[in-house]
């Protein structure tokens, strides 16, 4: 597994418009409650499709892993992890949790500490929102990955969607200070890289008593607000 030093001591929070450090403990509790299981599930279905025509194995990047989260999604598909992070406190939640075939180092996914194509594949999931240069950390994630085969893989909050608009709005909550984009705005990011494969999903009711019609939200979504999906996932082939 490709394995570098930081290239020194990093400022939580240098890179990022938010400080994570302070809600490690408790990040994962969203995956834990109804909607937020739900919405789990509908968007690693989404990167399980980008990665469909991938073999499940090689070396992955993934860039701001927090909690280890998506690390352990795709070390289950058999790669091989190392995750980066700027919060040592996330970056401790990740190492507790043992997750095989991962390892997982304090970085700065603007200023990488690892050598060109040393990757199959870069991953960025909700972590370009909380950049402070979106387009500098995709860079950097390019240049880490192998040409002629690697690919880059990257889930965010879009911006179309009413019920990531309102956490936005919500003062004080994580989401306040982040950048949300539109499908038409990640294509833009992307495409310098290759040409970008959008997917969007997470249609779910904004009412909790209606979560149990959440499948028939998601296929309806598609077809009748194709663009507002709370999560776009994409993929770029180099």
Known sequence: MPSAEVKGPLEQGQASHYGFGR???????????????LYDRLEKRAVDKLLA????????????CGTGHWSEYFSGKGFEVTGVDISADMIN??????????QFKIADGENLPFAEQSYD???????????????????EMARCVKKNGGIIIVGVLNALSRYNQKKKNKPGSVYSSANLFSPQQIHNLLAPFGKPNILI???????????????????AGHFISGRRGAFIAARVDL
């Open 23 to 37: 809600i490690a403990e408790h990040y994962d509790d969203w995956y834990k409650s109804a909607r937020g299981s």
């Open 53 to 64: 025509r991938r073999r499940y194995n090689g070396q992955l990047l993934e860039v701001g």
């Open 93 to 102: 939640a990740a190492q507790r949790k043992n997750i095989v075939n991962s």
């Open 121 to 139: 594949i870069a991953a960025a999931i909700t972590t370009l929102e909380f950049a402070s240069n979106p387009a500098k950390m995709l860079s």
């Open 201 to 219: 999903a997470g249609f779910v009711p904004d009412r909790s008593w209606l979560l149990w019609l959440s499948a028939l939200y998601e296929f």
